[in-house]
Nanobody, 132 residues
């Protein structure tokens, strides 16, 4: 059974940091791309960052570039999202998603394919709240 479990969300002050983790099981980790999304109630889901463990490719949305860092640990089958210099606009529920039919590259990022792709596996979400 495929499982993605997010952890590490919570409350931070503006300018602070949080680290999200996405623990995976039930599939061959290195064959998959893991992508972080976030969503605010009433708004469209927004792609945040992605990573493909097989080649280490990463991509970031402009809104988080320079503040967030994505990394993967193949031994632990976990993807982390280090979020620094948080802003109130980062407040959302954060989800990790997995797919083996899309690669995280500059091309798929710039073309938004990485965000529009239909991911078959999703975590349950983790709330991140940033106070001003």
């Amino acid at each position: 059974e495929v499982q993605l479990v997010e952890s590490g969300g919570g409350l931070a002050q503006s300018g602070g940091s949080l680290r999200l983790s996405c623990a995976t099981s039930g599939f061959t980790f290195d064959d998959y791309t893991i992508t972080w999304f976030r969503q605010v109630p009433g708004k469209e889901r927004e792609g945040v960052s992605c990573i493909s463990a097989s080649h280490g490719g990463t991509y970031y949305a402009d809104s988080v570039k320079g503040r967030f860092t994505i990394s993967s640990d193949s031994a632990r089958k976990t993807v982390s999202l280090q979020m620094n210099n948080l802003k109130p606009g980062d407040t959302a529920v954060y989800y990790c998603a997995a797919s083996d039919s899309v690669q995280c590259t500059v091309v798929t990022g710039l073309g938004a394919l990485i965000w529009r792709h239909e991911y078959p596996y999703w975590g349950q979400g983790s709330q991140v709240t940033v106070s001003s």
